[in-house]
């Protein structure tokens, strides 16, 4: 599956932005979608899994600011992040498994190339 990330941009501190992750290829619905983030000089960390008929799974750095949907009309996977921070800042790169497996960078099959998230203070 080919995934295509796109959303990122500028935003200040406090503010929202939509990620969205186009795939394509295979059947969308079976897969397991991840979002991961890289800030400068760290290592790629989790952020948020969904898929179909499954329940979504976040990390607790962006529990109940971050919100992963799964779009199968559309082939996409958003991540709605709201009161974003500076420590938010980041390459967002989404992510496929062929199973639901642990959200572990090691464990994906597909990676798309990434998007800029910057958050302003």
């Known amino acids: 599956v080919q995934l295509q990330a796109s959303g990122g941009g500028l935003v200040q501190a406090g503010g929202s932005l939509r990620l969205s992750c186009a795939a394509s290829?295979?059947?969308?619905?079976?897969?397991?979608y991840y979002w991961f983030r890289q800030a400068p000089g760290k290592e790629r960390e989790f952020v948020a899994r969904?898929?179909?008929?499954?329940?979504?799974r976040y990390d607790d750095s962006v529990k109940g600011r971050a919100s992963i949907s799964v779009d199968n009309a559309k082939n996409t996977v958003y991540l709605q992040m709201n009161s974003l921070k500076t420590d938010d800042t980041g390459i967002y790169y989404c992510?496929?498994?062929?199973?639901?497996?642990?959200?572990?960078?090691?464990?994906?099959?597909?990676w798309g190339q990434g998007t800029l998230v910057t958050v302003s203070s």
């Open positions: 969904g898929y179909s008929g499954g329940s979504p």
């Open positions: 290829g295979r059947t969308f619905s079976d897969y397991a």
């Open positions: 992510a496929a498994s062929k199973t639901v497996v642990a959200p572990m960078a090691s464990q994906m099959d597909y």
